[in-house]
């Protein structure tokens, strides 16, 4: 009977000693958290700052900064092998039909991809929205080498006032994020200037 309690007390020692605590979650909280952090350091990074000068292609056209003074501007940076872009292109499709007949406002696309892709995002898709090519390195700079999909809502001066990065591989997930967040927040930027 002694050998069991203090066998028991020994199991019970070094399953307390090895065994899993809440000290062992700290460093993936701690990773999390850090993921996080940058997340927010990349979004607010360019708030408050003037959309950086471009220039791209859109449908065989020249593209720049110019076709965009004086609107407000949902720009979504997206490349076509990301899920989390392909996920969100029929809420953008929505936005779009939303947006569309208001001459003060202007939906663009950016993606770094060449043409025969851009074709079939678009035919994918069903993309009403402009999209505009430009280099990979100028998408970087734009979004300060933020991850895709971007987006960014740009007042009617030209300056950056949300931004946000990133969005999930669920379709149903990315249109709310879409659609019931960045839209109405994008709405309110309209308002107030």
């Known amino acids: 009977m002694k050998q069991i309690i203090l066998l028991s007390i020994v199991l019970f020692s070094i399953s307390n000693a090895f065994g899993q605590n ?19 350091s990349r979004e607010t990074k360019l708030i408050g700052k003037p959309l950086a000068t471009f220039s791209g292609k859109s449908a065989d056209t020249l593209f720049s900064n110019e076709q965009l003074k004086g609107k407000f501007v949902f720009i979504n940076f997206t490349n076509a092998s990301y899920a989390g872009c392909i996920a969100e292109m029929k809420a953008m499709n929505r936005l779009y039909a939303k947006l569309k007949d208001s001459t003060k406002i202007e939906v663009v696309v950016f993606t770094y991809e060449n043409d025969s892709v851009i074709a079939q995002m678009r035919n994918n898709s069903d993309a009403k929205y402009r999209i505009v090519q430009l280099s990979r390195a100028e998408c970087d700079k734009l979004k300060a080498e933020s991850g895709y999909p971007t987006k960014m809502l740009v007042d009617k001066k030209g300056i950056i006032r949300k931004m946000y990065c990133g969005n999930a591989v669920d379709e149903e997930f990315a249109t709310q994020k879409v659609l019931g967040r960045v839209y109405p927040e994008f709405m309110e930027i309209v308002k107030q200037k």
Not at 22 to 40: C, E, M, V
């Open 22 to 40: 809440k000290t062992i979650n700290k460093p993936a909280d701690s990773i999390i958290n850090k993921i996080k952090a940058l997340n927010d």
